[in-house]
T-cell receptor, first 115, second 110 residues
Framework: DTAVSQTPKYLVTQMGNDKSIKCEQN?????MYWYKQDSKKFLKIMFSYNNKELIINETVPNRFSPKSPDKAHLNLHINSLELGDSAVYFCASSQAAGGPDNEQFFGPGTRLTVL | EDQVTQSPEALRLQEGESSSLNCSYTVSGLRGLFWYRQDPGKGPEFLFTLYSAGEEKEKERLKATLTKKESFLHITAPKPEDSATYLC???????????FGAGTTVTVRA
């Protein structure tokens, strides 16, 4: 039973294309996150949703847009892909956003390569 | 500004050779310090949360400690399966997000 799953695992695409990455969690958590991990392994928060409400929106290009159809799903849409978007994108979830138990559980990652 | 700094960047150990990893942080009010393990090609795996100075937590050969400025992850008598990148992250008071350090990559040779 996968707790946090992402699809696809690998995504290779051309510059200028639009793509989506999907994330689902079956932990019953209220909060979900998107992170970007660059080539230097540095993990940086992009967005977070709590019960379908956007609570974290870091400084990322407008080409990136998260969508949460329900609290178990958080998708990431990327328009007009650029070379610099190549990275590994991780989805994560936690029980609550602001409570003391904020352990985040991560998915396996989606490696995006823009050619 | 970097809130979390981890050292060393890389650590090579012989099996059984104990060592420590450092995570120093600069936040105005700590709401939690988190340690994760990341294997190549996988997502980070949660290890510990520490909330206040003096707190310690253990799991198998790993022990995490916390002071007001830094945390240490001690690896006692490591085995090759302990090879991984260890990530430290902090949550600041009034904030929802975790700020991660760049990680320490540990390699344990048999």
């Amino acid at each position: 039973d996968t707790a946090v799953s992402q699809t696809p695992k690998y995504l290779v695409t051309q510059m200028g294309n639009d793509k989506s990455i999907k994330c689902e969690q079956n932990l019953g958590h209220d909060t979900m996150y998107w992170y970007k991990q660059d080539s230097k392994k540095f993990l940086k928060i992009m967005f977070s949703y709590n019960n379908k409400e956007l609570i974290i929106n870091e400084t990322v290009p407008n080409r990136f847009s998260p969508k949460s159809p329900d609290k178990a799903h958080l998708n990431l849409h990327i328009n007009s892909l650029e070379l610099g978007d190549s990275a590994v994108y991780f989805c994560a979830s936690s029980q609550a956003a602001g409570g003391p138990d904020n352990e985040q559980f991560f998915g396996p990652g989606t490696r995006l390569t823009v050619l | 500004e970097d809130q979390v700094t981890q050292s060393p960047e890389a650590l090579r150990l012989q099996e059984g050779e104990s060592s420590s990893l450092n995570c120093s942080y600069t936040v105005s009010g700590l709401r939690g310090l988190f340690w994760y393990r990341q294997d190549p090609g996988k997502g980070p795996e949660f290890l510990f949360t520490l909330y206040s100075a003096g707190e310690e937590k253990e799991k198998e050969r790993l022990k995490a400690t916390l002071t007001k400025k830094e945390s240490f992850l001690h690896i006692t008598a490591p085995k090759p399966e302990d090879s991984a990148t260890y990530l430290c992250a902090v949550r600041e008071a009034g904030d929802y997000k975790l700020s991660f350090g760049a990680g320490t990559t540990v390699t344990v040779r048999a």
